[in-house]
Structure formats: C-alpha cells, structure tokens
C-alpha cells in the first residue's frame, strides 16, 4: 500500500489515503472546524445579553404534546425556527482556491485511477 500522500493544504487540509476498496480522506481538521462551531453555538445559547434562542429552546422543551392537539406541528415549526437561527451563526463552506481545488479533485482523481486498475486486474485473474 502506498504511504500517505501530502495533504491538500489550504484552510482545512485534507489527507487522502487509500484502502484496497475505497479513497478515505481524512477530515479532522474539519472535524475540529465542526466542534468549534458547536461551542459557538453553546455560546449564543448561554448569552445573557440574548436570551431568544434559550428562550425558544425551552419553549420547545416545555410543549406538552399530549395536551395540545397542534403540539407537534407547533414543535416542528419551532425547532426548525431554532436550527436555522443556529445553522447562521455555524460556517458551512470552506473556501478553496483554484489551485487548492484542482490539488483536491488531481489526488481523488489519481487514487480512483489506483482502484480502478487494481480492480481491471483482479477481474482478469478470474
């Protein structure tokens, strides 16, 4: 099996491995990205200068589903109210330029080629 191959550098590097079936790109630098922006969220939830996401959060909490027939519609409704708020305040997008870009889709593109010949191989020895 090959060694590891130098990362896609840019904001977020990407390792790309390979396994005998599959190219596996190792994100934790995205992972991390990720945990950051939930303690972001944490944060706007315990803000006591803005108490609404709280706020809302507990009013979901505290819905009483059996007791009110529009309960659970009134609940979707609010989590999804919620999520969005807290959705805008997470980033979604890592920005890549176009050198960073095309580093990414020559390593993917090269290491589908690895298993797509070593697939051809293995279907001609049988």
């Known amino acids: 099996m090959p060694a590891d191959l130098k990362p896609v550098t840019g904001p977020i590097p ?17 992972t991390q990205c990720v945990v950051s922006d939930v ?4 944060d706007a939830l315990l803000d006591p200068a803005n108490t609404g996401p709280w706020d809302r959060l507990h009013e979901l909490a505290d819905l009483d589903m059996a007791d009110m027939p529009q309960a659970p519609m009134e609940g979707r409704l609010l989590t999804e109210e919620l999520v969005a ?3 805008a305040r997470s980033s979604s ?29 293995g279907r001609r020895a049988a």
């Open 14 to 30: 990407v390792y790309a491995r390979t396994t005998p079936t599959a190219v596996v790109l190792d994100l934790e630098a995205l």
């Open 39 to 42: 303690i972001d969220v944490i």
């Open 85 to 87: 708020d807290l959705t």
């Open 93 to 121: 997008r890592v920005p890549l330029t176009v050198s960073r870009a095309r580093d990414l889709g020559t390593t993917l593109r090269m290491l589908a080629d690895r298993l797509t010949a070593a697939g051809q191989q």
